[in-house]
C-alpha cells in the first residue's frame, strides 16, 4: 500500500475552539502512521478512542500518555506485532468531547393536534431548549459519528429535536387535559418528558443533561378566542362586551391618517356619547315622571307634589312658584293650590266688585270694603 495519504503522528491532541465539535478524528481524512513513543494529550474534557483495522478500542481518560505498552496496557495486543513494538502503527485516533452542549434547541415544526377539555380540537406549537452530553463515547463512534473526520452538534441536534417532538406528541394527549392548565405545569411535564426520552438518547451513547419547556401556544385565533372568554369575565352581559369593543374601534379609526379614517373616526365621535350612554344605564333606563309628580332636578328621579326634599337623593327641590291665597309652594304644572284650593296664578287677586287689586290673603276689599 502507498504512503502518499499517510500522516506520521508523534503528537496527537485536540482544541475544540469552536467549542460545538463532538467528535474531532486524528488524522481527519485518511489513515496515519502513529510512531512508537508518540505523545497523546487527553484533556480533562475530552476521551480518546483507538480505532486499528477497524476495530474501537476502550476510551483512555484524561491525561498525557506515551504510547507505549507499559503506559497504554489495552494497546499491548494491538502492538504485539513481529517487529517487536517498535514499528509505526497504522491506526486513527477520534478524540470526544464529553462536555456538557448546552442550549440546543428543539420545536414542532408544524402545529400538533390536541384534543382539548374545553376548546375541542386546536392545534399547539411547543418550543423549548436542552443540554446534551457524551456517556458512551465508542457507542457514540460506532453508532452515528462512523468515519466522519468532524461531527458537531448540528450534525445531531436535527436529528435529536425530531426525536423530542415525536415524544412530546404522546405526551401531551396523556399528561394534559386542556391548555389552561399549562402555566403551573410547566416543570413538572419538562421532568417527565425528560425522563421519556432518556431510553432514546442512551442508545447512541448520549445523555439528555436538561430539557425545558419555554412555551407551547395555541393559533392566533384561538388565543383572540381565550382573551374574548377572559374578558367576559368582567361584564355581566355580551352587549357592554360588544360596545367597549367598538368604542375601541372608534380610537383606532380616529387615529387613522388620511381622509377615509378622518371621515370615519368623525362618524364615530358622534355615535359615541349615545352609545356609552345606553351602554351603562340600568336596564330599565331612566324612570319618566309620574303624573301629580316632577322629576328631580338633581338625580333626574320622580318627586310627589309639593314636596321640599327629594325622597331619592334627599336634597331640596326649589319650589317654581307658591300660592296667592295662602303661600305654599306649588309645583311648576298646578293650576290650583292643593292646600287652600285657590286658582294658582302669579297675578295679583282684584276685587269682584269694585275691580280694585286686593292684597294676598285679604278677605275685604280696601276700597268698597265688600267681601272678596
Not at 452515528?144 to 450534525?155: A, F, N, P
Not at 319650589?319 to 295662602?326: F, M
Request: proline content about 7%; glycine content about 10%; some cysteine.
Amino acid at each position: 500500500m502507498g504512503t502518499d495519504n499517510v500522516v506520521f503522528l508523534e503528537v496527537l491532541e485536540w482544541f475544540d475552539e469552536s467549542g460545538k465539535e463532538l467528535v474531532h478524528r486524528l488524522p481527519e481524512q485518511g489513515s496515519g502512521e502513529i510512531k512508537w513513543g508518540a505523545q497523546l494529550t487527553v484533556r480533562d474534557s475530552q476521551a480518546a478512542v483507538f480505532f486499528y483495522q477497524g476495530k474501537a478500542y476502550d476510551a483512555i481518560g484524561p491525561g498525557r500518555h506515551t504510547l507505549k505498552t507499559a503506559n497504554i496496557p489495552i494497546l499491548t495486543k494491538v502492538l504485539s506485532i513481529p517487529w517487536a513494538m517498535t514499528s509505526p502503527l497504522r491506526a486513527e485516533v477520534y478524540l470526544v468531547n464529553m462536555k456538557v452542549f448546552p442550549n440546543l434547541t428543539w420545536g414542532t415544526r408544524d402545529p400538533v393536534a390536541f384534543r382539548d377539555r374545553e376548546l375541542g380540537l386546536i392545534r399547539l406549537r411547543a418550543f423549548g431548549v436542552f443540554n446534551l452530553r457524551v456517556l458512551d463515547p465508542v457507542l457514540l463512534i460506532n453508532s452515528l459519528v462512523g468515519t466522519q473526520g468532524v461531527y458537531t452538534q448540528s450534525d445531531i441536534e436535527e436529528y435529536l429535536n425530531r426525536v423530542i417532538v415525536a415524544r412530546f406528541n404522546d405526551f401531551m394527549g396523556e399528561r394534559l387535559d386542556t391548555i389552561f392548565d399549562l402555566p403551573a405545569r410547566y416543570n413538572e411535564l419538562a421532568g417527565d418528558l425528560s425522563g421519556l426520552l432518556q431510553e432514546d438518547f442512551r442508545r447512541f451513547g448520549l445523555g439528555l443533561a436538561d430539557l425545558y419547556i419555554n412555551s407551547i401556544t395555541p393559533p392566533p385565533e384561538v388565543q383572540k378566542a381565550i382573551d374574548d372568554k377572559s374578558r367576559l369575565g368582567i361584564f355581566d352581559d355580551l352587549n357592554k362586551l360588544l360596545k367597549m369593543k367598538a368604542a375601541m374601534a372608534m380610537e383606532n379609526a380616529s387615529q387613522t391618517q388620511g381622509e377615509a379614517g378622518a371621515g370615519l373616526g368623525m362618524g364615530m365621535g358622534f355615535m359615541m356619547p349615545a352609545m356609552f350612554a345606553d351602554a351603562f344605564k340600568t336596564a330599565g333606563g331612566t324612570p319618566s315622571a309620574a303624573p301629580g309628580t316632577a322629576p328631580c332636578p338633581r338625580c333626574g328621579q320622580s318627586v310627589p307634589a309639593g314636596a321640599r326634599f327629594c325622597p331619592s337623593c334627599g336634597r331640596p327641590v326649589p319650589a317654581t312658584h307658591t300660592c296667592t291665597g295662602c303661600g305654599a309652594d306649588l309645583p311648576a304644572d298646578a293650576r290650583f293650590c292643593p292646600r287652600c284650593g285657590q286658582a294658582a296664578s302669579s297675578e295679583t287677586p282684584k276685587c269682584h266688585q269694585c275691580g280694585a287689586e286686593t292684597p294676598a290673603g285679604a278677605k275685604f276689599c280696601s276700597r268698597c270694603g265688600k267681601p272678596v
